[in-house]
């Protein structure tokens, strides 16, 4: 299994509130990915890192925020929660540029209520 | 604008039997398309994936099938077993110049395999 871990695994939080999830790996991998999934639409990339301080937006990126100071570490943070933002959230890493399999950590299950 | 597709949202087959997921794609960029499982309360974990330069690939009891002129992939899996049961997400990216690894999902089915 990849070393990938995710933190918290649960929150409930309220609407407006700031929240920020942790992704940590352990493989030294160069690519990191932010996902949500949501019932209807499979998983969706909100933002992904190719390097230290390199981010990029993915395609449901309005209002998140991300930033990684490390390798190991990807954090993705929501700066006014809101409802719609009721998700769970997948982090994945990928290592070679020649390789195109993603792989997943256990996922963050977000309330906002 | 779904990129790709999977409108089969759930599948029930029967044990030994052979189960056929489908996958459609709009965009003729996407050269690279993989297959992910995902138990409930898990990560997606990759299953098998295929170039565009193929159009079949095979491991185990999964193959998974391209036909580039219908933009439609298949995954098989002979025999079905109950511990197959799971949804199934096909997924496609486009090399491109930097080859970031952005993957489009689709919806996802969700596939009963009964004893």
């Known amino acids: 299994d990849a070393g990938i871990t995710q933190s918290p695994r649960h929150k409930v939080t309220e609407t407006g509130t700031p929240v920020t999830l942790r992704c940590h790996q352990t493989?030294?991998?160069?690519?990191m990915y932010w996902y949500r999934q949501d019932p209807g639409h499979g998983l969706r990339l909100i933002h992904y890192?190719?390097?230290?301080?390199?981010?990029d937006k993915g395609e449901v990126s309005d209002g998140y925020s991300v930033s990684r100071s490390k390798t190991e570490d990807f954090l993705l943070t929501l700066e006014s929660a809101t409802s719609s933002q009721t998700s769970v959230y997948f982090c994945?890493?990928?290592?070679?540029?020649?390789?195109?399999?993603?792989?997943f950590g256990p996922g963050t299950r977000l309330t906002v209520t | 604008d779904q990129q790709v597709k999977q409108n089969s949202p759930s599948l029930s087959v029967q044990e030994g039997r052979i189960s056929i997921l489908n996958c459609d794609y709009t965009n003729s960029m996407f050269d690279y398309f993989l297959w992910y499982k995902k138990y409930p309360a898990e990560g997606p974990t990759f299953l098998i994936s295929?170039?565009?330069?193929?159009d079949k690939n095979e491991d185990g009891r999964f193959t998974v099938f391209l036909n580039k002129s219908a933009k439609h992939l298949s995954l098989h899996i002979v025999p079905s077993q109950p511990g197959d049961s799971a949804v199934y997400f096909c997924?496609?990216?486009?090399?491109?110049?930097?080859?970031?690894?952005?993957?489009?999902f689709g919806q996802g089915t969700t596939l009963q395999v009964k004893p």
């Open positions: 994945a890493i990928k290592g070679a540029v020649a390789v195109d399999e993603q792989y």
């Open positions: 295929i170039s565009s330069i193929k």
């Open positions: 890192s190719y390097g230290v301080k390199d981010t």
């Open positions: 997924a496609a990216s486009g090399r491109g110049s930097s080859n970031t690894g952005k993957l489009i």
């Open positions: 493989e030294n991998h160069r690519y």
